[in-house]
């Protein structure tokens, strides 16, 4: 994972004039705060949803009850349908979620997945054609430790989707999903 901070992607998204949200279940708010830290944020920023309970993230971001019931919430497709559902609430061009296990006990998942250990989630960036993925690995880590690198995981996804996208706002990397 390439390291993006806040002021690069909120660069980004000032240059093409585009804006973002965020989803954020696992992290709880600290990718927006990390991306409102900068000076000039307000241009681009929408707002949040902290997601942290699943009724919130269907009811709210309209991810689908099944897939939560069957998957659990640390869940690729539950991550881009987030980031999808904030950006759709939002009225953004981007959005990106968070979703994961931050410990120290595993996340419950879901009867397909199984318990998630602590360390594991993903992050997906959802904008104009593009809906993407990555997941992200980090046991051993204690929850503040966790949650920062799910902020970071975050803002690198949307820093490389902004990178890649032309002026039109649409990706020529296309959708992707990387598992933990």
């Given at each position: 994972?390439t390291?993006?901070?806040?002021?690069?992607?909120?660069?980004?998204?000032?240059?093409?004039g585009?804006?973002?949200?965020?989803a954020e279940?696992l992290?709880?708010?600290?990718?927006?705060a990390?991306?409102?830290?900068?000076?000039g944020?307000?241009a681009?920023?929408?707002?949040?949803?902290?997601?942290?309970?699943?009724?919130?993230?269907?009811?709210?971001?309209?991810?689908?009850?099944?897939?939560l019931?069957?998957?659990?919430?640390?869940d690729?497709?539950?991550?881009?349908?987030?980031?999808?559902g904030?950006?759709?609430?939002?009225?953004?061009?981007?959005a990106?979620?968070?979703?994961?296990s931050?410990?120290?006990?595993?996340d419950?998942?879901?009867?397909?997945?199984?318990?998630?250990?602590?360390g594991?989630g993903f992050?997906?960036v959802?904008?104009?054609?593009?809906?993407?993925?990555a997941?992200?690995?980090c046991e051993?880590?204690?929850?503040?430790?966790?949650?920062?690198?799910?902020?970071?995981?975050a803002?690198?996804?949307?820093?490389?989707?902004?990178?890649?996208?032309?002026?039109?706002?649409?990706?020529?990397?296309g959708?992707?999903?990387v598992?933990?």
């Amino acid at each position: 994972m390439t390291a993006v901070d806040a002021s690069t992607v909120i660069a980004a998204l000032i240059a093409r004039g585009a804006s973002v949200a965020t989803a954020e279940s696992l992290t709880g708010g600290l990718v927006c705060a990390a991306l409102t830290s900068v000076p000039g944020s307000s241009a681009v920023v929408r707002g949040g949803i902290v997601a942290y309970s699943v009724a919130v993230k269907a009811d709210v971001l309209g991810v689908d009850g099944d897939l939560l019931e069957r998957q659990g919430a640390v869940d690729p497709a539950v991550a881009v349908q987030m980031a999808a559902g904030a950006r759709r609430v939002l009225d953004s061009d981007y959005a990106v979620a968070t979703t994961g296990s931050a410990g120290p006990d595993p996340d419950p998942g879901g009867p397909v997945t199984g318990p998630i250990p602590p360390g594991r989630g993903f992050v997906a960036v959802a904008g104009p054609g593009v809906e993407v993925v990555a997941g992200f690995a980090c046991e051993g880590q204690d929850r503040a430790g966790v949650r920062r690198h799910a902020v970071d995981a975050a803002l690198a996804l949307l820093g490389r989707v902004l990178e890649e996208t032309g002026d039109d706002g649409r990706s020529s990397a296309g959708a992707g999903s990387v598992k933990p």
